[in-house]
Protein backbone atom coordinates (compact mmCIF):
# COMPACT_ATOMS: atom_id res chain seq x y z
CA UNK A 1 0.00 0.00 0.00
CA UNK A 2 2.79 2.58 0.91
CA UNK A 3 4.45 1.51 -2.11
CA UNK A 4 1.46 2.18 -4.11
CA UNK A 5 0.90 5.60 -2.49
CA UNK A 6 4.32 6.20 -3.17
CA UNK A 7 4.91 5.35 -7.02
CA UNK A 8 1.70 7.13 -6.96
CA UNK A 9 2.91 10.41 -5.63
CA UNK A 10 6.31 10.12 -7.56
CA UNK A 11 4.14 9.96 -10.92
CA UNK A 12 2.06 13.04 -9.45
CA UNK A 13 5.68 15.03 -8.66
CA UNK A 14 7.31 13.86 -12.23
CA UNK A 15 3.77 14.94 -14.14
CA UNK A 16 3.77 18.11 -11.93
CA UNK A 17 7.35 18.89 -12.67
CA UNK A 18 6.78 18.36 -16.56
CA UNK A 19 3.55 20.68 -16.35
CA UNK A 20 5.34 23.49 -14.85
CA UNK A 21 8.23 23.18 -17.48
CA UNK A 22 5.33 23.89 -19.78
CA UNK A 23 3.98 26.87 -18.17
CA UNK A 24 0.80 25.15 -17.76
CA UNK A 25 -1.82 25.94 -15.00
CA UNK A 26 -0.72 28.78 -12.61
CA UNK A 27 -0.11 27.55 -9.08
CA UNK A 28 -2.60 28.11 -6.69
CA UNK A 29 -1.49 30.23 -3.56
CA UNK A 30 0.11 28.46 -1.07
CA UNK A 31 -2.38 26.44 1.51
CA UNK A 32 -0.78 28.61 4.26
CA UNK A 33 -1.89 31.79 1.97
CA UNK A 34 -5.45 30.33 1.50
CA UNK A 35 -5.42 29.65 5.31
CA UNK A 36 -9.52 30.95 5.23
CA UNK A 37 -11.74 30.38 8.25
CA UNK A 38 -13.47 27.24 8.32
CA UNK A 39 -15.38 25.96 5.08
CA UNK A 40 -12.42 27.37 3.39
CA UNK A 41 -9.18 26.61 5.22
CA UNK A 42 -8.88 22.53 4.44
CA UNK A 43 -9.99 22.83 1.56
CA UNK A 44 -7.87 25.24 0.63
CA UNK A 45 -4.88 23.57 1.10
CA UNK A 46 -6.53 20.55 -0.56
CA UNK A 47 -7.18 23.08 -3.42
CA UNK A 48 -4.07 24.00 -3.66
CA UNK A 49 -2.79 21.23 -3.97
CA UNK A 50 -4.95 20.12 -6.67
CA UNK A 51 -4.22 22.65 -8.85
CA UNK A 52 -0.20 22.91 -8.14
CA UNK A 53 -0.02 19.49 -8.77
CA UNK A 54 -2.39 18.89 -11.87
CA UNK A 55 0.49 16.44 -11.63
CA UNK A 56 -2.36 14.19 -9.33
CA UNK A 57 -4.06 13.80 -12.77
CA UNK A 58 -0.69 11.35 -13.69
CA UNK A 59 -1.64 9.16 -10.42
CA UNK A 60 -4.72 9.24 -11.47
CA UNK A 61 -4.39 8.29 -14.62
CA UNK A 62 -2.19 5.62 -13.49
CA UNK A 63 -4.73 3.95 -11.25
CA UNK A 64 -7.37 4.75 -13.18
CA UNK A 65 -5.70 2.08 -16.13
CA UNK A 66 -5.89 -0.26 -13.03
CA UNK A 67 -8.05 -2.72 -14.42
CA UNK A 68 -9.48 -3.99 -11.11
CA UNK A 69 -10.24 -0.51 -9.76
CA UNK A 70 -11.84 0.45 -13.20
CA UNK A 71 -13.97 -2.46 -13.44
CA UNK A 72 -15.24 -2.25 -10.42
CA UNK A 73 -16.48 0.96 -10.59
CA UNK A 74 -18.17 0.76 -13.56
CA UNK A 75 -19.73 -2.03 -12.14
CA UNK A 76 -20.45 -0.10 -9.03
CA UNK A 77 -24.31 1.00 -9.16
CA UNK A 78 -24.63 4.65 -7.75
CA UNK A 79 -25.99 3.64 -4.80
CA UNK A 80 -23.04 1.19 -4.09
CA UNK A 81 -20.18 3.49 -5.45
CA UNK A 82 -19.47 4.71 -2.01
CA UNK A 83 -17.49 2.25 -1.55
CA UNK A 84 -14.77 2.68 -4.31
CA UNK A 85 -12.84 4.94 -6.07
CA UNK A 86 -11.49 3.97 -9.48
CA UNK A 87 -9.07 7.27 -9.44
CA UNK A 88 -7.25 6.59 -6.09
CA UNK A 89 -7.62 3.00 -5.93
CA UNK A 90 -8.94 3.50 -2.11
CA UNK A 91 -12.33 2.66 -0.70
CA UNK A 92 -14.48 4.99 1.24
CA UNK A 93 -14.16 2.70 3.70
CA UNK A 94 -10.61 3.52 3.83
CA UNK A 95 -11.42 6.90 3.18
CA UNK A 96 -13.12 7.04 6.60
CA UNK A 97 -10.62 5.27 8.32
CA UNK A 98 -7.33 6.99 7.79
CA UNK A 99 -8.42 10.13 5.39
CA UNK A 100 -5.07 11.38 5.21
CA UNK A 101 -3.52 8.44 3.61
CA UNK A 102 -6.53 9.35 0.83
CA UNK A 103 -5.43 13.07 0.75
CA UNK A 104 -1.77 11.38 -0.09
CA UNK A 105 -3.65 9.67 -3.04
CA UNK A 106 -5.30 11.98 -4.63
CA UNK A 107 -6.47 15.15 -4.04
CA UNK A 108 -10.06 14.40 -5.45
CA UNK A 109 -13.00 14.31 -3.44
CA UNK A 110 -13.39 10.71 -1.89
CA UNK A 111 -16.90 10.47 0.16
CA UNK A 112 -17.23 8.40 2.74
CA UNK A 113 -19.85 5.92 2.41
CA UNK A 114 -21.57 6.56 5.28
CA UNK A 115 -22.39 10.24 4.08
CA UNK A 116 -22.54 8.97 0.09
CA UNK A 117 -26.41 8.97 0.23
CA UNK A 118 -27.68 7.42 -3.63
CA UNK A 119 -30.47 9.38 -5.14
CA UNK A 120 -32.69 7.86 -8.07
CA UNK A 121 -35.26 10.25 -9.59
CA UNK A 122 -39.01 9.04 -10.37
CA UNK A 123 -38.12 9.81 -13.79
CA UNK A 124 -40.68 11.85 -16.09
CA UNK A 125 -44.08 11.68 -16.53
CA UNK A 126 -46.78 12.95 -19.15
CA UNK A 127 -47.80 15.35 -16.37
CA UNK A 128 -47.98 18.82 -16.48
CA UNK A 129 -45.43 19.13 -13.59
CA UNK A 130 -42.09 21.29 -14.94
CA UNK A 131 -39.19 18.65 -16.02
CA UNK A 132 -35.42 18.82 -15.15
CA UNK A 133 -33.15 16.78 -17.34
CA UNK A 134 -29.88 15.58 -15.42
CA UNK A 135 -27.00 15.36 -17.35
CA UNK A 136 -24.24 13.85 -14.98
CA UNK A 137 -21.01 13.35 -16.81
CA UNK A 138 -18.37 12.06 -14.12
CA UNK A 139 -16.64 9.11 -14.13
CA UNK A 140 -16.53 8.17 -10.00
CA UNK A 141 -19.26 7.88 -7.75
CA UNK A 142 -17.89 8.72 -4.54
CA UNK A 143 -17.82 12.05 -5.57
CA UNK A 144 -18.87 15.31 -4.10
CA UNK A 145 -19.86 16.21 -8.03
CA UNK A 146 -22.34 13.13 -7.42
CA UNK A 147 -23.58 14.42 -4.30
CA UNK A 148 -24.15 17.85 -5.44
CA UNK A 149 -25.78 16.45 -8.11
CA UNK A 150 -28.09 13.89 -5.93
CA UNK A 151 -28.59 16.96 -3.73
CA UNK A 152 -29.89 19.03 -6.66
CA UNK A 153 -32.55 16.09 -7.94
CA UNK A 154 -33.89 15.16 -4.51
CA UNK A 155 -34.56 19.04 -3.86
CA UNK A 156 -35.98 20.09 -7.05
CA UNK A 157 -38.42 16.94 -6.57
CA UNK A 158 -39.21 18.05 -3.04
CA UNK A 159 -40.41 21.63 -4.82
CA UNK A 160 -42.45 19.27 -7.48
CA UNK A 161 -40.18 19.61 -10.45
CA UNK A 162 -40.08 15.98 -12.34
CA UNK A 163 -36.92 14.65 -12.79
CA UNK A 164 -34.92 12.36 -15.08
CA UNK A 165 -31.28 11.52 -15.20
CA UNK A 166 -28.36 10.18 -17.82
CA UNK A 167 -25.54 9.73 -15.99
CA UNK A 168 -23.57 9.02 -19.15
CA UNK A 169 -20.33 6.96 -17.88
CA UNK A 170 -23.44 4.62 -16.78
CA UNK A 171 -25.21 4.47 -19.84
CA UNK A 172 -21.93 4.12 -21.58
CA UNK A 173 -22.71 7.17 -23.99
CA UNK A 174 -20.31 7.27 -27.14
CA UNK A 175 -19.05 11.02 -26.61
CA UNK A 176 -16.96 10.92 -29.63
CA UNK A 177 -18.02 13.04 -32.66
CA UNK A 178 -16.51 10.89 -35.74
CA UNK A 179 -16.37 11.49 -39.14
CA UNK A 180 -19.47 9.38 -39.69
CA UNK A 181 -21.53 11.64 -37.49
CA UNK A 182 -19.81 15.26 -38.20
CA UNK A 183 -22.55 16.10 -40.56
CA UNK A 184 -25.94 15.23 -38.56
CA UNK A 185 -24.24 17.31 -35.91
CA UNK A 186 -23.16 20.44 -38.43
CA UNK A 187 -25.52 20.92 -41.16
CA UNK A 188 -28.49 18.43 -39.14
CA UNK A 189 -28.19 15.88 -42.48
CA UNK A 190 -29.02 12.77 -42.23
CA UNK A 191 -30.38 11.05 -39.24
CA UNK A 192 -29.33 10.75 -35.33
CA UNK A 193 -28.05 7.59 -34.39
CA UNK A 194 -30.80 5.61 -32.29
CA UNK A 195 -28.26 7.07 -29.23
CA UNK A 196 -28.94 10.69 -29.98
CA UNK A 197 -32.37 10.32 -31.02
CA UNK A 198 -32.82 8.79 -27.36
CA UNK A 199 -31.20 12.19 -25.42
CA UNK A 200 -33.02 14.55 -28.13
CA UNK A 201 -36.05 13.31 -27.03
CA UNK A 202 -35.01 13.29 -23.50
CA UNK A 203 -34.40 17.14 -23.99
CA UNK A 204 -37.73 17.75 -26.00
CA UNK A 205 -39.04 16.84 -23.02
CA UNK A 206 -37.26 18.86 -20.41
CA UNK A 207 -37.93 22.30 -19.17
CA UNK A 208 -34.72 22.70 -17.49
CA UNK A 209 -31.15 21.00 -19.00
CA UNK A 210 -28.75 20.84 -16.10
CA UNK A 211 -25.29 19.76 -16.88
CA UNK A 212 -23.05 18.52 -13.65
CA UNK A 213 -19.33 17.75 -13.86
CA UNK A 214 -16.17 18.21 -12.63
CA UNK A 215 -14.26 21.23 -13.87
CA UNK A 216 -11.71 19.77 -15.98
CA UNK A 217 -8.85 22.01 -17.48
CA UNK A 218 -11.84 24.59 -17.23
CA UNK A 219 -14.30 22.81 -19.16
CA UNK A 220 -16.61 20.48 -18.79
CA UNK A 221 -15.84 16.68 -19.09
CA UNK A 222 -15.15 15.16 -22.26
CA UNK A 223 -18.35 12.80 -21.77
CA UNK A 224 -20.44 16.29 -21.22
CA UNK A 225 -18.87 18.16 -24.26
CA UNK A 226 -19.31 15.35 -26.43
CA UNK A 227 -22.96 14.96 -24.99
CA UNK A 228 -23.14 18.37 -25.64
CA UNK A 229 -21.47 18.58 -30.01
CA UNK A 230 -23.60 15.41 -30.46
CA UNK A 231 -27.28 16.17 -29.18
CA UNK A 232 -27.46 19.09 -29.65
CA UNK A 233 -27.43 19.31 -33.45
CA UNK A 234 -28.28 21.50 -36.16
CA UNK A 235 -31.83 21.41 -37.03
CA UNK A 236 -32.59 19.58 -33.65
CA UNK A 237 -31.24 22.81 -31.15
CA UNK A 238 -30.78 25.41 -33.50
CA UNK A 239 -31.37 26.20 -38.02
CA UNK A 240 -30.32 28.80 -40.11
CA UNK A 241 -33.03 31.56 -40.74
CA UNK A 242 -33.49 32.36 -43.94
CA UNK A 243 -32.25 35.93 -44.28
CA UNK A 244 -28.77 34.35 -42.38
CA UNK A 245 -28.39 34.16 -38.87
CA UNK A 246 -29.19 31.47 -36.66
CA UNK A 247 -32.30 30.60 -34.81
CA UNK A 248 -32.65 28.81 -30.92
CA UNK A 249 -35.12 26.00 -31.25
CA UNK A 250 -35.03 25.19 -27.77
CA UNK A 251 -36.63 28.08 -26.90
CA UNK A 252 -38.77 28.25 -23.12
CA UNK A 253 -36.32 25.76 -21.41
CA UNK A 254 -33.26 26.76 -18.82
CA UNK A 255 -29.95 25.72 -19.08
CA UNK A 256 -28.43 25.36 -15.55
CA UNK A 257 -24.91 23.66 -14.57
CA UNK A 258 -23.54 22.45 -11.36
CA UNK A 259 -19.52 22.08 -11.20
CA UNK A 260 -17.40 21.28 -8.64
CA UNK A 261 -14.00 22.35 -9.02
CA UNK A 262 -10.53 22.19 -7.61
CA UNK A 263 -9.42 25.73 -7.00
CA UNK A 264 -10.83 29.04 -8.83
CA UNK A 265 -10.63 31.31 -6.22
CA UNK A 266 -12.29 29.80 -3.66
CA UNK A 267 -15.93 30.28 -3.50
CA UNK A 268 -19.45 28.50 -3.34
CA UNK A 269 -22.13 29.54 -5.79
CA UNK A 270 -21.74 31.82 -8.91
CA UNK A 271 -20.64 35.64 -9.67
CA UNK A 272 -20.06 37.37 -6.35
CA UNK A 273 -20.29 34.23 -4.03
CA UNK A 274 -16.29 34.40 -3.45
CA UNK A 275 -15.60 33.43 0.31
CA UNK A 276 -12.90 36.21 0.88
CA UNK A 277 -10.27 33.70 0.02
CA UNK A 278 -9.36 35.63 -3.85
CA UNK A 279 -12.94 36.96 -4.78
CA UNK A 280 -11.82 38.98 -7.85
CA UNK A 281 -10.01 36.18 -9.70
CA UNK A 282 -13.67 33.91 -8.43
CA UNK A 283 -15.60 36.17 -10.11
CA UNK A 284 -13.44 36.28 -13.27
CA UNK A 285 -14.31 32.99 -13.67
CA UNK A 286 -17.33 33.19 -12.98
CA UNK A 287 -17.91 35.66 -15.49
CA UNK A 288 -15.49 33.77 -18.18
CA UNK A 289 -17.90 30.97 -17.93
CA UNK A 290 -20.90 32.99 -18.33
CA UNK A 291 -19.73 34.48 -21.75
CA UNK A 292 -19.90 30.67 -22.97
CA UNK A 293 -22.94 29.67 -21.38
CA UNK A 294 -24.63 32.82 -22.52
CA UNK A 295 -23.25 31.82 -25.87
CA UNK A 296 -23.93 28.31 -26.01
CA UNK A 297 -27.61 29.23 -24.53
CA UNK A 298 -28.31 31.47 -27.30
CA UNK A 299 -27.60 29.31 -30.02
CA UNK A 300 -29.85 26.63 -28.84
CA UNK A 301 -32.54 28.95 -27.83
CA UNK A 302 -33.08 28.80 -24.01
CA UNK A 303 -32.03 31.06 -20.74
CA UNK A 304 -28.71 30.28 -19.38
CA UNK A 305 -29.77 29.84 -15.85
CA UNK A 306 -25.91 30.33 -14.30
CA UNK A 307 -24.45 27.60 -12.05
CA UNK A 308 -23.60 26.61 -9.18
CA UNK A 309 -19.92 26.25 -9.17
CA UNK A 310 -17.93 25.01 -5.49
CA UNK A 311 -14.21 24.78 -4.95
CA UNK A 312 -14.69 24.71 -1.16
CA UNK A 313 -14.57 20.71 -1.11
CA UNK A 314 -14.07 19.63 2.74
CA UNK A 315 -10.69 17.76 2.66
CA UNK A 316 -10.94 13.87 2.61
CA UNK A 317 -9.45 13.98 6.01
CA UNK A 318 -11.36 16.66 7.67
CA UNK A 319 -12.72 15.47 11.54
CA UNK A 320 -15.87 18.02 10.50
CA UNK A 321 -16.42 16.17 6.97
CA UNK A 322 -20.28 15.29 7.29
CA UNK A 323 -20.54 18.73 8.99
CA UNK A 324 -18.69 20.60 5.95
CA UNK A 325 -20.71 18.21 2.85
CA UNK A 326 -24.09 19.17 4.67
CA UNK A 327 -22.96 23.18 4.65
CA UNK A 328 -22.14 22.68 1.15
CA UNK A 329 -24.91 21.07 0.20
CA UNK A 330 -27.45 23.31 2.36
CA UNK A 331 -25.56 25.90 0.45
CA UNK A 332 -26.21 24.38 -3.13
CA UNK A 333 -30.36 24.13 -1.92
CA UNK A 334 -30.58 28.05 -1.07
CA UNK A 335 -28.69 28.88 -4.37
CA UNK A 336 -31.33 26.49 -5.92
CA UNK A 337 -34.00 27.89 -4.64
CA UNK A 338 -33.09 31.71 -6.24
CA UNK A 339 -33.00 30.25 -9.30
CA UNK A 340 -35.90 28.02 -9.57
CA UNK A 341 -38.02 28.86 -7.07
CA UNK A 342 -38.07 32.41 -6.42
C1 LIG B 1 -8.03 16.12 -15.85
C2 LIG B 1 -8.37 17.07 -14.74
C3 LIG B 1 -8.26 18.43 -14.95
C4 LIG B 1 -8.60 19.32 -13.95
N1 LIG B 1 -8.56 20.67 -14.20
C5 LIG B 1 -8.98 21.55 -13.26
C6 LIG B 1 -9.01 22.94 -13.54
O1 LIG B 1 -8.67 23.41 -14.61
N2 LIG B 1 -9.47 23.76 -12.56
C7 LIG B 1 -9.90 23.29 -11.36
O2 LIG B 1 -10.33 24.08 -10.53
N3 LIG B 1 -9.85 21.96 -11.07
C8 LIG B 1 -9.42 21.10 -11.98
N4 LIG B 1 -9.40 19.76 -11.73
C9 LIG B 1 -9.84 19.30 -10.41
C10 LIG B 1 -11.26 18.77 -10.46
O3 LIG B 1 -12.17 19.77 -10.78
C11 LIG B 1 -11.54 18.19 -9.09
O4 LIG B 1 -10.74 17.05 -8.94
C12 LIG B 1 -12.95 17.78 -8.93
O5 LIG B 1 -13.83 18.86 -8.99
C13 LIG B 1 -13.09 17.10 -7.59
O6 LIG B 1 -14.41 16.79 -7.44
P1 LIG B 1 -14.91 15.32 -7.59
O7 LIG B 1 -14.20 14.59 -6.55
O8 LIG B 1 -16.36 15.43 -7.41
O9 LIG B 1 -14.52 14.81 -8.94
C14 LIG B 1 -9.03 18.84 -12.70
C15 LIG B 1 -9.11 17.45 -12.48
C16 LIG B 1 -8.79 16.57 -13.49
C17 LIG B 1 -8.91 15.10 -13.24
Redesign the pocket.
Known amino acids: MIKKHFSLLMAGVLLAGALSACGQ ?1 AAAPAPESTAAPVAGSEAASTSAA ?2 ET ?1 GT ?1 AA ?1 SETASTPAAESEAAAAPAGESGSSDAVSGATSTAAAESGADVDMVT ?3 VVPGEVMEDYTPKGFTDGEAKKALFVVA ?1 P ?1 YA ?4 VLANTAMSHLEDKGVEVEVRDLYAIGFDPVLSAEDFYYAKDGIGEPTDAVKTEQEYVTKADYLIFVY ?5 TPTAMAKGYMEKVFAKKFAYQDLPGGGLEGLLTGKGMYTIM ?5 GGGRGWIGDGVGIEDEKWDRYMEAFKVFDDDTAAFWGVENLGRFVN ?1 R ?1 PANSSEQYSQELEELKGTLIEHLDRVFFS
Open positions: KESTSKSASDRTVTRPNWHDNCGYLDT
